[in-house]
């Protein structure tokens, strides 16, 4: 479970209720499509406009923090010409992150509530990766992962970590673009240094356990640390079991130290733990991020480059 500051969802907007953010635009909630920690996930319609169009409206009240820090992620840091230079100057068809449409807050029943609007999607990879049959899956997390290294060089580019990659925080796009995903929940997002990059007690171990970087549970953000995060999960959509998968916190780290230490040492063409299914540019790609020191930028292009070999692999293994 992910580390967030204590937050109190209050009670449920009902259905009917229109919100209207800071541009005047008004929206209006539906049904509850989720909640968490922050409070709740609203299925949204643009108020008194004829469109099939659905919104996801996320709320939280005014006491709690993660919603805010989002907010502030995107107000900063996705505007349309951002995205857009982006995206031409990496030759991206798409940006692996949820479109965002407005902020307010509303006064209900003597409580006051901020809202987000954003890009809503049918389902999380965690539900897509089980429609996926086991000859298909490879590509299928090869190619997420390599989405998901676009994402995290973008939100690096802007200054911060994301600090809670898992399954449950990325989502699949709707026809036509279900081969892509999107990496959200940007209530975690933290400015990281490039200087002076130390372990901190006061920050360790927050986002989910499993898929904690070895930086994390010492309290230092780091670019490196997303990548590590992120190829862990890919372990797992693999069908794999982390090896400190229900362990506790202490056995989780040293778990995880093992497995660094297994990797970096580790031929090129030796596989660990018996991951047979994992392809060895799999593993070179992990050792390039365990090798990286604390505050050096990942080289993105080539890790996406270097993943792409598993199609090498597979033929050659023929």
């Known amino acids: 479970m992910s580390k967030r500051a204590k937050t109190t969802p209050k009670e449920e907007l009902p259905q009917g209720t229109v919100l209207q953010d800071t541009n005047g635009n008004e929206w209006e909630i539906q049904n509850i499509i989720g909640s968490g920690g922050f409070g709740y996930v609203y299925r949204g319609t643009k108020h008194g406009v004829r469109s099939r169009q659905e919104y996801a409206i996320k709320t939280e009240n005014m006491e709690s923090g993660p919603l805010f820090v989002e907010r502030m992620f995107y107000l900063k840091n996705m505007k349309a010409e951002s995205i857009n230079g982006w995206k031409l100057d990496k030759k991206l068809i798409e940006l692996p992150l949820p479109s965002f449409y407005g902020f307010g807050s509303i006064d ?17 990879l965690e539900a897509f990766l089980k429609s996926v049959s086991d000859n298909l899956l490879l590509g299928a ?30 989502f699949v796009g709707k026809k036509p673009k279900e081969n892509h995903v999107y990496l959200g929940d940007f209530g975690m997002v933290t400015k990281y240094k490039t200087e002076n990059v130390v372990p901190n007690k006061k920050l360790a171990n927050n986002g989910t356990l499993e898929y904690i970087a070895l930086d994390g549970h010492v309290g230092m953000h780091t670019r490196r640390a997303d990548l590590e995060s992120l190829m862990y999960n890919g372990l797992e959509w693999l069908k794999l079991k982390l090896p400190w998968k229900g362990e506790t916190l202490s056995k989780t780290i040293t778990s995880k130290v093992e497995m660094k230490d297994e990797v970096l040492k580790a031929g090129p063409k030796e596989k660990i733990y018996n991951y047979d299914k994992v392809p060895h540019c799999y593993f070179r790609s992990m ?27 597979k033929k050659s293994s023929k």
Do not use: T
């Open 141 to 170: 997390v090869i190619n997420i992962i390599r989405q998901m290294i676009d994402a995290l060089e973008y939100i690096h580019e802007c200054g911060y970590v994301h600090w809670d990659i898992k399954s449950q925080n990325i």
């Open 108 to 124: 209900y029943n003597f409580n006051k509530y901020r809202f987000i609007v954003i890009e809503k999607f049918d389902k999380d």
């Open 287 to 313: 050792k390039i991020i365990y090798s990286m020191e604390p505050a050096e930028k990942p080289d993105y292009a080539f890790l996406k480059k270097l993943l792409k070999e598993y199609k090498k692999e």
